[in-house]
DNA sequence: TTACATACATATCAATCGGTATGTAAATAG
DNA sequence: CTATTTACATACCGATTGATATGTATGTAA
């Protein structure tokens, strides 16, 4: 006990720094998932966090700091779970179904809907309204450019701008059954909708394919 | 003047309370769609409807009671112009695309955004948002009913699950495409999807109906 | 016209919001 | 070991929250 409090005190203060950030931003992010925006108090964040609000304010001076902090913690964990799915294969439409699957890991998870609590919740104020967006936009064009590549290397007629129209697509329904879990619905129904997207996805590539082939062999 | 005066001055008690209720719902509508949840505050919504805090609480007790009344106004709403979409034909595939419109004309509403704001911001009051997400099945089943008619009488031999799960899912993109509204996104954006899941739709069914097609020749 | 109910306004409540001022403990530079 | 900075706690601020208490205006039934 006391070895543990003389290691917990000897920490450098970019350690102390870091990890009481790291504690408040997540436990920013559990309560704007589970509270959301509106509930999601300073006050509530610091008691989640086991801190005072003293800390908070010292870290993030403004709550919306902390919000942005938040948006920048979220990008950081989606990226890397990107960059573990790209490392793996990509064949046909099978695998479809493994996008679907992956996209759903990381944008149908509790956690990410602090993303769009914050998005929603600070549409009013359009300083940091704005900053939002723009923090979003270069986060998705992140997302995207995988799959473009995918798309590319395993068509190779599929235009990049039909492959994005698609992408989007699977992130717009993602999204709409991320809203879902707000009411009680059963797993089996989630499965359900991923595989009618999975399905629809494949058949939405190969068609474009053939429309293509077919135009080739009419030049 | 004096005569509107007394016009006004001259409403009975029962109209009275319709239109001030009325102009309360209004207000709430407009603040939980534009502002938020969070920010949609009893005094917010007394100011924009031109009427104090008291009235209001003399109307609606609470708060939440007010939300409740949103809700079934909503209901209303929405069922008033699906009444008016049933009185058209349905023919077949280029109809698809209508139904889509219509739907998105419904859901995609920025004032239909006020349910969800209910919805969502309600979630950790287990008592409210109990009443809410009975409120929302009632209203879903009604949705829903017409849809499975006109698929019976369209195609004849597509299940009633096959439709309903079909119907679940236009709902469910046409829930995420509306979130899409609190970024900068172009009309066109919202035309371009709009128009792939009413080809979407098309092709399920179609590919439904060839598949009980093929097991009744089989038998 | 009287008696009463209903509709609504004013004033105010305790609780809570985001944020600040100030004091103390811990780490680090000299 | 000392001086200084950094991290964090305590205490508190004015503003605002949902809600209530009380008074007044208006409609209605006898």
Redesign the pocket.
């Known amino acids: 006990m006391i070895m543990k409090k003389a290691q ?10 870091a ?3 790291s504690v408040l931003i997540q436990a920013a992010v559990r309560l704007l998932a589970t509270a959301g925006y509106g ?8 008691k989640e966090a ?10 993030f ?6 919000m942005l902090a938040v948006l920048d913690q979220s990008a950081i964990t989606v990226e890397a779970k990107l960059e573990a799915e790209n490392a793996m294969p990509f064949t046909g439409k099978a695998s479809i179904r493994d996008v679907v699957d992956h996209l759903w890991q990381i944008y149908g998870q509790p956690d990410y809907w602090a993303v769009w609590e914050i998005i929603i919740g600070t549409r009013v104020d359009a300083g940091v309204h704005q900053r939002v967006l723009e923090h979003r936009a270069q986060s998705m064009a992140n997302v995207m450019l995988p799959w473009l590549k995918r798309v590319d290397s395993l068509t190779g007629s599929v235009t990049r701008s039909d492959a994005a129209e698609i992408f989007e697509f699977m992130l717009i329904t993602i999204r709409g059954l991320s809203l879902e879990r707000f009411m009680d619905k059963d797993p089996a129904y989630f499965e359900r909708h991923l595989s009618m997207l999975a399905d629809f996805v494949s058949f939405r590539l190969q068609s474009l394919e053939q429309q293509l082939a077919h135009q080739e062999t009419k030049l």
């Open positions: 917990v005190s000897r920490r450098s203060q970019i350690e102390r720094t990890e009481t950030q509930k999601t108090t300073t006050q509530s964040i610091a086991g801190v005072t609000t003293g800390a908070l304010h010292h870290h001076p403004t709550k919306d700091d902390l």
